[in-house]
């Protein structure tokens, strides 16, 4: 039996262990500061703990944050050293962050108290981004356990903060000068159903907040105040069509071909029917192709603001920007990440093959820092939505694919 063989069936021996470890660790809310949550504090402790009991060094980097109880935000990293190309690790990065679990009420379990059924593990966060924590951790313990060494540094990244941008996670990682212009990583982020995805490229991303301000009145004597909500409507409708309809190039390395434009989520406006609204907040999701520019959709978008601002008295409208990701360059498809990676996946029996998504991943990140990035995993696209989960099985397939991959560095 070869070294890989002897691997995969470790990695196979452990399935029942992986997922009662994604359960346990599921368990401790870790939603972030800025979707109305505690943040990922206690469930960092856990994972330092689980560190420390297999005997795997670490080293602990914080950042100060205001919006946490605790005051800060953690990240850990796990760095084992390599035989020869000591410049250059290769990463294996989850994020331990998870957005509000939303309604409960379209949820068929408590999304705090994962559930297992069948070949599946309910939960809010366990696609994203439990699935990679645990995977990265049985993987690092493998390593460590197996003596394995490659020829570069082997790298393990459990980071904060990326459902809202990453400042207090990745972002703060690079400034801390954790990785190196030679490094290379995956990023268990996004994927398919069988494995076949590998993901090198992903589209700006803008989240964009909408403030219409007219003057509130009541609803009966409108010719008294200015509808805020009326004129934030009809903008937002406006844009939405405009965007669609000027930039609508395509490109088949992504899926779907073409930028996004959704208006998304709406704030209250007043507490009663009666009330003519004085002030409407709204925001739009864009997901641009990198053959335009952020800058050039801005501009259009503010040209329709100038127009509304002429044509309605009274009106006001300012636009910011919740988040904004420009779209890097691709990862390169024949670079060492994608090929080796690719490599692994078809060897375990899955057609493998790599293009782009809407963006939102820590690959991104990586990418705009010229470190190339493989974003990849084997899961279903339920994050973000109700009764999301994960098959415990593909807790098996991706490490092993990962355990190859690694192999192909030594």
Known sequence: MSQKQELHAMVEARQEEMAADLMEMSRIPAVNPRMNGKGEYARMQWIQAYLEKYGIPYDVISVPDEAAPEGVRLNLTVKLPGTEDTERTLWLI?????VNSGDLENWNTDPFSPERIGGRIYG?????????VITALHTCRL??????????NLGFIFASDEETGSAYG????????VFSPKDEAIVPDAGSADGSFVEIAEKSQVWLKFTVTGKQAHAS?????VNATSAAMHLGVEIEDMLKREFAEEDPLFNPPYSTFELTQKFANVDSPNVLPGKDIFVMDLRILPCYTVDQVMDRIHAVIEKYEKEREGIQIQVEFITRVDAPDPTPSDSDIVTRLVASIRESGVDA?????GGGTCGA????????????????ELAHQPNEYVVVENLVKDTKVYISTILKYC
């Not at 990745?170 to 000068?177: R, Y």
């Not at 990140?365 to 279903?380: E, Y």
């Open 94 to 98: 989850g994020h331990v962050d998870t």
């Open 124 to 132: 809010l966060g366990v696609e994203d981004n439990s699935q990679a």
């Open 143 to 152: 390593v460590v356990e197996n003596k394995i060494q490659a020829k570069c």
């Open 170 to 177: 990745l972002h703060a990682l690079l400034d801390h000068g």
């Open 221 to 225: 004597m409108p010719q008294l105040g």
């Open 353 to 357: 093959y790599y293009g782009g998504i």
């Open 365 to 380: 990140i990586l990418r705009a820092h010229h470190i190339p990035a493989a974003v990849w995993s084997t899961l279903d």
